[in-house]
């Protein structure tokens, strides 16, 4: 089964502050998502990012949020600057023969 | 607006007995559904898909079913492990990429 490797695991930021979280997919593809669950909540769509450039995005994902990927390979997800209410895991996935295959995930603490 | 929805919580089933989780959704945009299994502190991790031109589809102990006209989906596990155990989620995906997940259903199996 395909991995996808996210990093940090785990990620304490003040409020206020900008945190950068990174999706590594093990081979090429060309669908990513990123996702959120806030402690407690459904799991959210966040943004679908389709040959590099956004497909779809939802409601929550305002100005604050970014994604890019840089290298060709990383896949991030920027929060500018991050809101209490930001605090959730964040997983991202891709997409391989219609079938999603989701990160282990980032909790973010928002203090 | 709640898009999908799991309208039960939580349900309980005897090892070896079959799991019937159910599914509802509203929006006829909708052409693509997945089932997830998710273990706290971890990524869902996909079960089986369905697209909307099949009414059944079947991988293993694990058979999703379609109703379109009733815009349901339900997904049977037989015979249920004491591993299912978890939560399951399903979700629906629009041709754009954007996903919608129920809040999920908490299946115990018990020994």
């Known amino acids: 089964e395909p991995e996808v490797t996210q990093t940090p695991s785990h990620q304490v930021t003040q409020m206020g502050q900008e945190v950068i979280l990174r999706c590594v997919p093990i081979?090429?593809?060309?669908?990513f998502y990123w996702y959120r669950q806030i402690l407690g909540q459904k799991v959210e769509f966040l943004v679908s990012f389709y040959n590099n450039e956004i497909s779809e995005k939802s409601e929550i994902f305002d100005d604050q949020f970014s994604v890019e990927r840089p290298d060709g390979s990383n896949f991030t997800l920027k929060i500018r600057s991050t809101k209490l209410e930001d605090s959730a895991m964040y997983f991202c996935?891709?997409?391989?023969?219609?079938?999603?295959?989701f990160g282990s995930g980032t909790q973010l603490s928002v203090l | 607006d709640q898009q999908v929805k799991q309208n039960s919580p939580s349900l309980s089933v005897q090892e070896g007995r079959i799991s019937i989780l159910n599914c509802d959704y509203t929006?006829?945009?909708?052409?693509?559904f997945l089932w997830y299994k998710k273990y706290p502190a971890e990524g869902p991790t996909f079960l089986i898909s369905i697209s909307s031109i099949k009414d059944k589809n079947e991988d293993g102990r694990f058979t999703v079913f379609l109703n379109k006209s009733a815009k349901h989906l339900s997904l049977h596990i037989v015979p249920s492990q004491p591993g299912d155990s978890a939560v399951y989620f399903c979700?629906?995906?629009?041709?754009?990429?954007?996903?919608?997940f129920g809040d999920g259903t908490t299946l115990t199996v018990k020994p």
């Open positions: 081979s090429n593809h060309l669908y």
């Open positions: 979700a629906a995906y629009d041709n754009a990429g954007k996903s919608t």
């Open positions: 996935a891709f997409k391989s023969k219609e079938k999603l295959f």
């Open positions: 929006n006829s945009m909708f052409d693509y």
